[in-house]
């Protein structure tokens, strides 16, 4: 039976699985060097009173934007998968901020790491669940062999109204995973399972400099039974439980809805600890949980299994159950670490965010 919300049928037919099996050959994260602290926006907005369990935000400079971030995070997923560019046939840019309105991220992020001219490249939108969406994408079109590597990023320059309880946590960056033959990967995808619904919790209309949320509706029933009922499901038909993974990483807008749904689950900190990184960078949303993953990469070992779910408002989840294979300790030092990035911060102020991110509007 499933914790909270609708309950999908357990039938293992709803279990995703390729032909073939499809892993990560390499990952890459990037996070921005500039922090907004919680306390200088409490400044602003109240006072100083109150408080914010995320410490300080992330946040876009000047001269970057979805896809200068996704370039960079997509490098470092090459630099560890050690392949040749040429060979990626696929490169899909998930994100609800992409730089243009009419015109592809995924192209100029394509020709920047030297995959053009023979490519398919796409943008995926589904709020902050864009970049898992591209990823059960690539599993799908690896794992029916029409093609070796595919390229899947979530990354965002997450915007909040000024005053907003989302302007504490909306943040910059995100991650990049190459897709590819499971004998290649430093994890392995052993199944996944996605699960949606019409449930309108969050959105922007266009013209909207930023987007609405529907306040305490986002936790329950948007968060909690998009998140819970994916992850159950998922273990319903892998036929595992907690105990079975060394680690799990959930979509993370706060600290608490994360931790919540983890122990609701049956996850102890010691095992979700790793991957909650909205309290240090804030929430990255199409790269949340993705940038969350990369962190666990960062330290796992052959033979950890982990449990990864996203979350995108609208609303739905993606959930997958991945095994780490004796690869990842060749792929693990090729790029900067993800705590490499959140260790390589500067402090800004309330004003120089606004001039960054552009809040002074005529």
């Not at 919300?5 to 990560?24: A, D, E, F, H, Y």
């Not at 560890?80 to 901020?97: F, M, T």
């Not at 690539?138 to 979530?154: D, H, K, R």
């Not at 990967?185 to 199944?191: K, T």
């Amino acid at each position: 039976m499933l914790l909270n919300g609708p309950s999908p049928i357990p039938n293992t037919s709803l279990l995703m699985r390729p032909n073939r099996q499809v892993g990560i050959v390499g990952y890459g994260a990037y996070i921005p060097r500039y922090r907004l602290p919680g306390a200088e926006i409490a400044r602003v907005w109240t006072g100083g009173l109150g408080s914010s369990p995320v410490k300080e935000k992330a946040v876009a400079g000047l001269d970057e934007d979805v896809a200068t971030m996704s370039i960079e995070a997509a490098r470092n997923a090459v630099a560890r998968a050690n392949i040749d560019p040429k060979l990626i046939r696929a490169v899909w840019v998930g994100s609800e901020s992409h730089p243009y309105a009419v015109k592809p991220t995924s192209t100029i992020v394509a020709e920047s790491i030297g995959t053009t001219p023979s490519i398919q490249a796409a943008d995926w939108e589904f709020a902050c669940k864009a970049g898992t969406e591209a990823v059960q994408a690539a599993i799908g079109i690896i794992g029916s062999g029409m093609a070796a590597y595919a390229l899947s990023i979530g990354m965002d320059t997450a915007q909040g109204r000024p005053g907003d309880a989302l302007e504490y946590t909306a943040a910059s960056g995100g991650a990049a995973f190459l897709l590819g033959p499971a004998e290649e990967a430093c994890a392995v995808y052993q199944g996944s399972y996605s699960y949606v619904t019409d449930t309108p919790d969050f959105w922007r209309r266009p013209e909207q400099a930023y987007p609405s949320h529907g306040d305490r509706f986002t936790g329950e029933p948007a968060y909690f039974s998009h998140t819970l009922s994916a992850a159950q499901a998922l273990m319903e038909q892998m036929g595992t439980t907690a105990a079975d993974y060394t680690h799990a990483v959930f979509h993370q807008p706060n600290v608490k809805f994360p931790s919540r749904a983890a122990e609701m689950l049956g996850f102890t900190p010691e095992q979700y600890k790793t991957g909650l990184l909205s309290g240090e960078v804030g929430n990255t949303y199409s790269g949340s949980s993705m940038l969350g993953l990369t962190a666990i990469l960062d330290v796992a070992r052959p033979g950890d299994r982990v449990l990864m779910v996203s979350y995108g408002s609208g609303a739905g989840s993606d959930a997958f159950d991945l095994l780490v294979t004796e690869r990842i300790l060749e792929v693990q030092h090729r790029a900067p670490t993800t705590r490499d990035y959140i260790n390589r911060r500067t402090v800004i102020d309330y004003a120089t965010y606004c001039r960054y991110r552009g809040k002074l509007k005529d």
